[in-house]
């Protein structure tokens, strides 16, 4: 309610919109969202809201239940960004959860003031200055009453942690004085997070590369690290997977397999598969992909696999007859299973399936990237063809 109301001393009310999702998990709820409808409605502004189905009690699915309705409001108004109330108070508490968790620097590093559309503007303000400013503005509020549900792990922190913290920092300065303090070590932990986060996008961005099929990860490069910042870039490649961040055990256990020769295992949403020295994270729609090719055109002069942007053109040489395809396990070239020349090669596995291939009857004549007379690449966009073509250039200049 206090940033509602410095919200309307700040931009016109047509540029605001209040919402308010009722979880249903306690009998009073819908008289929250009464509250705040009336109260938009006196300040003139529009008003969204939604009512959960009362199922859900674990804190993470009742977060992802509000951020869902947040950005299904912000997109359907057009809205630049969402505004949270998150405090001080707030952000000493997710230190405290994710340090009991044993999260990384980044978790400790707490709640971002921004991060994308969503912005925090009240984050270095305690809930006693806010509670203070609530009483001198005349800001009527609500109390939630499941903030006292010591069901809930941030509640039990607020129950059992912070008066212990209070009581001993009253010795010494205060308990304000000592969030004021937090605030500054919170803001050192964000500096140093960024920091970390721009050199981690940097060995990401030569450690990476990610297509439609897979991403793709150069091992040995990887093993070369620090532990630390190798644990950041395997942190980096899932998030890029778009799947849910892995807790620290987990990512550890990720890197030790990295350290081993095991050529597959399953993770939470995504799979590994190690080959030839690059390691690919493949999401379950993208291991079904991978085995669904992709379109293959041949001209009279030219082979064009649109997807992975190759576009191989011959200014001369018989193809006369030959037909293109992809790789099939059992062919062979010149009498020699193609499957020991890929080896030769280190193509990796998942990658041999993608490998365009001429044959004439049952014979095989070429297989990318090998030398054909009069043959020149003139584009390839697609990762692993890059790989191969930056190894032996066998095509072109």
């Not at 309610?1 to 009310?13: S, T, Y």
């Not at 549900?149 to 300065?173: C, E, M, V, W």
């Amino acid at each position: 309610m206090v940033l509602l109301h410095l919200a309307i001393g700040a931009l016109p009310p047509e540029q605001w919109v209040v919402a308010h999702y009722d979880h249903a998990v306690r009998p009073q709820s819908s008289q929250d969202a009464l509250f705040v409808r009336k109260s938009a409605a006196a300040f003139g502004l529009d008003f969204e809201t939604e009512r959960g189905p009362g199922t859900a009690r674990d804190e993470a699915s009742l977060r992802d239940q509000r951020l869902r309705f947040l950005e299904a409001c912000r997109a359907r108004h057009g809205c630049e960004s969402i505004l949270t109330a998150h405090n001080l108070d707030d952000q000493w508490e997710t230190f405290l959860m994710r340090l009991i968790r044993g999260t990384g620097l980044e978790g400790l590093a707490g709640i971002a003031p921004t991060r994308g559309a969503w912005v925090r503007p009240l984050l270095d303000i305690s809930r006693e200055r806010l509670a203070a400013f609530a009483e001198e503005q005349g800001v009527r509020f609500r109390l939630d009453e499941s903030n006292f549900d010591t069901a809930y792990f941030r509640n039990r922190i607020r129950a059992d942690l912070l008066p212990h913290f209070q009581k001993i920092a009253s010795q010494y300065g205060g308990y304000e004085k000592f969030l004021e303090r937090f605030a500054e070590l919170r803001q050192e932990l964000d500096q140093n997070e960024n920091a970390n986060a721009a050199h981690t996008r940097s060995l990401g961005a030569h450690l990476l590369t990610q297509c439609r099929f897979w991403l793709r990860l150069d091992r040995a490069r990887l093993l070369d690290l620090p532990t630390f910042w190798a644990l950041r870039v395997l942190r980096l490649a899932i998030q890029n997977l778009g799947v849910p961040s892995l807790d620290r055990d987990t990512t550890h256990r990720l890197l030790t397999l990295l350290h081993s020769k095991t050529s597959q295992a399953c993770f939470p949403g995504f799979r590994v598969i190690q080959s030839c020295g690059w390691v690919y994270f493949q999401t379950r729609e993208q291991s079904k992909l991978s085995f669904t090719r992709p379109a293959l055109r041949q001209g009279p002069d030219s082979i064009e696999v649109p997807d992975l942007g190759l576009r191989i053109r011959a200014h001369r040489g018989d193809w006369e007859g030959a037909q293109a395809r992809f790789f099939e396990p059992g062919d062979r070239l010149g009498g020699r299973k193609l499957s020991d020349y890929f080896l030769e090669k280190r193509v990796p596995l998942p990658e041999r399936r993608l490998l365009p291939v001429l044959v004439r009857d049952t014979e095989v004549l070429w297989v990318f990237p090998q030398p054909w007379p009069g043959l020149e690449i003139e584009a390839c966009e697609f990762p692993f063809a890059a790989s191969l073509i930056s190894l032996e250039n066998p095509l072109g200049p």
